[in-house]
């Protein structure tokens, strides 16, 4: 049996765009650790629906080409003691980031570096990085 969300888990989609090695990552206003960039779904609302919505809302672009990539489930980078079980899919966007909604910042960041991104990278980035490549050392 597959372990499933406990009550106070947080359930999340996003979308991982990878584009020349580096992946897009987000920043809310409230400042914390990067993210991906997605959000909670709405009531009714499916995954692919989720992940287009928040795209536009936080960074005013369309998003295609969506691929399931997988679920992970980590330490919730911004409630303590909350665990994001966080499905995330691969695509590409269309159009120019940048930051809205309730994102302060965005950047691209190297597949190869971890750093200051949500826990759940330490899952996420290896399997992006055999897909899509890593810069050589």
């Known amino acids: 049996m597959s372990p499933s969300p406990a ?16 992946l897009l990552v987000v920043r809310k206003q409230s400042g914390g650790k990067w993210i991906l960039p997605g959000g909670k779904p709405e009531a009714g609302e499916s995954e692919v629906e989720t992940v ?4 536009d809302e936080e960074l ?3 998003v295609f ?7 992970f489930v980590d330490q919730a980078a911004h409630q303590s003691g909350a665990r994001v079980w966080l499905t995330v899919y691969t695509g590409r966007l269309d159009g120019t980031p940048r930051p809205g909604g309730e994102i302060d910042r965005l950047r691209w960041s190297p597949l190869s570096q971890i750093g200051d991104l949500a ?13 899509f490549g890593r810069p050589s050392r």
Not at 7 to 22: F, W
Request: aromatic fraction near 0%.
């Open 7 to 22: 009550a106070g888990d947080i359930n999340v989609v996003a979308v991982a765009i990878v584009r020349h090695e580096h």
């Open 52 to 55: 287009r919505r928040e795209v």
């Open 60 to 62: 005013s672009c369309c």
């Open 65 to 71: 080409d969506l691929q399931p990539l997988g679920q």
């Open 119 to 131: 826990p759940v990278h330490a899952q996420i980035n290896p399997i992006l990085g055999a897909r």
